[in-house]
């Protein structure tokens, strides 16, 4: 089992920066790979970054690439998604998850999930 929760959502400019944290409890996490997905009011879910459980391969968002960066640290259970030159587009409640076995860009394929963090973009 793995539980996740994520924190570091807010409020913040067009052009500001966030970070979110995902905080993991549970043996499995530096085993799993880990995701982070957004959903914004009437759209549908939908990938926005991954990362295997090493750290050594990612993949972004084509709308995301060069401004945010996941990453994790297994040593204290926890991953991260570092977001830059935020855009009123990128609003949307973000969501990290764990997958157990292999590594997958959809979001189906994941096992655990967190709660989820706003995060509001002003123009």
């Known amino acids: 089992q793995v539980q996740l929760v994520e924190s570091g959502g807010g409020l913040v400019q067009a052009g500001g920066s966030l970070r979110l944290s995902c905080a993991a409890s549970g043996r499995t996490f530096s085993n799993s790979a880990m995701g982070w997905f957004r959903q914004a009011p009437g759209k549908e879910r939908e990938s926005v970054a991954v990362?295997?459980?090493?750290?050594?391969?990612?993949d972004y968002k084509d709308s995301v690439k060069g401004r945010f960066t996941i990453s994790r640290d297994n040593a204290k259970n926890t991953g991260y998604l570092q977001m830059n030159s935020l855009k009123p587009e990128d609003t949307a409640v973000y969501y990290c998850a764990a997958k157990l076995y292999g590594f997958s860009w959809s979001a189906d394929q994941y096992d655990y999930w967190g709660r989820g963090t706003q995060v509001t973009v002003s123009s």
């Open positions: 990362i295997t459980w090493s750290g050594a391969n990612t």
